[in-house]
């Protein structure tokens, strides 16, 4: 087939591939571990396999609402309310959503305009940026403050004006492990107030929190859940990525701007699928212990490497450990991690693609959600660099 000869104007030039896609095709390609993609090596509940089952043969394979299943949405205001103690009504302010990317890019896309300033903290998860430009808006980088990964609220303030609309946390936070503490959320509050900025609270591993610390979610915080979207996964909490099923929570007057364009960009999820986890979900059993199921794999794993030449940055949630490579190379963080890939046999994610400038800080990111024979053979190589 020949190519269009018209003239292309990209509304996203200089983007490529993700460095996701691009590391585990590196790693397919060289037969390496792939501790890069964040997804389980580990089967997923074989309860949840016979639900899923259950529902496609009790005939649940049409279009499901557009708001999701109403079962679902009541699960999830129970949750909801056992979690934090917010009250969200399931038919005006919850809407389920095919994967927590897509949520965001529609949330995104029904409240930005051309000009518009989101502040986003740097590193950040890699669709925040391409979703806020390809709508018009600027993106504004407040970097997060090493070794600990902090806000420094000083300088988020001076970024903050009137051409500020939307404010994007992420925590437990992609990259980095690190969390927002009370004190950030009440910083936040006491920033947005009296304005008309909205939040968006990326919390897709809220369930993925250690060593005994809360999970600060806005929807503690109602001063702050009145001008927020709160973004959450099925795939961080069931172990099933690959079903690409997430919901948002909102107020009525925000969730009413988001499902006019969810009905045009997705519509509806997957109905057996949101049949199978509203059943699912309705046993606490299976997810409120996944603080100690994924803590324990964390350690397990810096056990593993605690002698290595790698400098162990703390993590206090997701299933991502950051370790420090500037005493092994003064290479690049991509060069390194594709050396790695391909000599070592052993795949991660360099940080400095989640900045806008491509900071480098001789820092890797590895996923930990692997079974303990996958963290130990990819320990082995670790010690051995």
Same mark, same amino acid.
């Given at each position: 087939?020949?190519?269009?000869?018209?003239?292309?104007?990209?509304?996203?030039?200089?983007?490529?591939?993700?460095?996701?896609?691009?590391?585990?095709?590196?790693?397919?390609?060289?037969?390496?571990?792939?501790?890069?993609?964040?997804?389980?090596?580990?089967?997923?509940?074989?309860?949840?396999?016979?639900?899923?089952?259950?529902?496609?043969?009790?005939?649940?394979?049409?279009?499901?609402?557009?708001?999701?299943?109403?079962?679902?949405?009541?699960?999830?205001?129970?949750?909801?309310?056992?979690?934090? &103690?917010?009250? $969200? !009504?399931? =038919?005006?302010? @919850?809407?389920?959503?095919?994967?927590?990317?897509?949520?965001?890019?529609? *949330? +995104?896309?029904?409240?930005?305009?051309?000009?518009?300033?989101?502040?986003?903290?740097?590193?950040?998860?890699?669709?925040?940026?391409?979703?806020?430009?390809?709508?018009?808006?600027?993106?504004?980088?407040?970097?997060?403050? &090493?070794?600990? $990964? !902090?806000? =420094?609220?000083? @300088?988020?303030?001076?970024?903050?004006?009137?051409?500020?609309?939307?404010? *994007? +946390?992420?925590?437990?936070?992609?990259?980095?492990?690190?969390?927002?503490?009370?004190?950030?959320?009440?910083?936040?509050?006491?920033?947005?107030?009296?304005?008309?900025?909205?939040?968006?609270?990326?919390?897709?591993?809220?369930?993925?929190? $250690?060593?005994?610390?809360?999970?600060?979610?806005?929807?503690?915080?109602?001063?702050?859940?009145?001008?927020?979207?709160?973004?959450?996964?099925?795939?961080?909490?069931?172990?099933?990525?690959?079903?690409?099923?997430?919901?948002?929570?909102?107020?009525?007057?925000?969730?009413?701007?988001?499902?006019?364009?969810?009905?045009?960009?997705?519509?509806?999820?997957?109905?057996?699928?949101?049949?199978?986890?509203?059943?699912?979900?309705?046993?606490?059993?299976?997810?409120?212990?996944?603080?100690?199921?994924?803590?324990?794999?964390?350690?397990?794993?810096?056990?593993?490497?605690?002698?290595?030449?790698?400098?162990?940055?703390?993590?206090?949630?997701?299933?991502?450990?950051?370790?420090?490579?500037?005493?092994?190379?003064?290479?690049?963080?991509?060069?390194?991690?594709?050396?790695?890939?391909?000599?070592?046999?052993?795949?991660?994610?360099?940080?400095?693609?989640?900045?806008?400038?491509?900071?480098?800080?001789?820092?890797?990111?590895?996923?930990?959600?692997?079974?303990?024979?996958?963290?130990?053979?990819?320990?082995?190589?670790?010690?051995?660099?």
């Amino acid at each position: 087939m020949q190519n269009f000869s018209g003239t292309i104007t990209s509304k996203l030039p200089g983007t490529e591939s993700s460095i996701f896609a691009v590391m585990s095709a590196l790693a397919n390609e060289n037969g390496a571990i792939n501790l890069s993609q964040g997804f389980p090596d580990f089967p997923i509940s074989e309860k949840l396999i016979e639900l899923v089952h259950k529902y496609m043969k009790k005939g649940m394979n049409q279009y499901a609402p557009m708001l999701g299943i109403p079962t679902l949405r009541e699960v999830i205001a129970e949750k909801v309310f056992n979690t934090y &103690a917010a009250t $969200y !009504h399931p =038919d005006k302010e @919850i809407n389920i959503t095919a994967g927590a990317t897509q949520a965001l890019y529609t *949330i +995104i896309s029904a409240m930005i305009h051309d000009g518009d300033e989101v502040l986003i903290f740097e590193p950040a998860y890699d669709s925040y940026i391409p979703a806020i430009r390809i709508n018009g808006g600027i993106p504004i980088h407040a970097q997060l403050q &090493a070794p600990d $990964y !902090h806000i =420094d609220w000083d @300088i988020v303030k001076k970024m903050i004006n009137k051409n500020t609309k939307m404010i *994007i +946390i992420n925590s437990p936070q992609n990259p980095t492990g690190s969390i927002l503490k009370k004190e950030d959320l009440k910083m936040l509050s006491k920033l947005t107030e009296k304005t008309d900025i909205v939040i968006v609270s990326d919390e897709v591993y809220e369930h993925l929190i $250690y060593d005994g610390i809360r999970h600060e979610s806005v929807c503690y915080y109602p001063e702050l859940a009145e001008r927020s979207f709160v973004v959450y996964s099925f795939g961080k909490t069931l172990h099933a990525t690959g079903w690409k099923m997430g919901y948002v929570l909102a107020p009525e007057n925000l969730m009413k701007e988001f499902r006019k364009v969810h009905q045009f960009n997705v519509f509806t999820c997957n109905t057996p699928i949101q049949y199978a986890i509203a059943e699912y979900l309705k046993d606490q059993e299976n997810y409120i212990h996944l603080n100690e199921f994924y803590q324990q794999k964390r350690d397990f794993f810096v056990s593993l490497i605690k002698d290595s030449r790698f400098k162990i940055i703390p993590c206090f949630g997701t299933y991502f450990q950051l370790l420090d490579f500037s005493k092994i190379t003064d290479e690049k963080e991509t060069d390194f991690a594709i050396r790695m890939t391909k000599e070592y046999k052993l795949a991660s994610i360099p940080l400095s693609p989640f900045y806008h400038n491509n900071k480098d800080n001789k820092m890797l990111r590895f996923c930990f959600a692997k079974t303990e024979d996958t963290m130990k053979k990819a320990a082995e190589i670790l010690n051995k660099i």
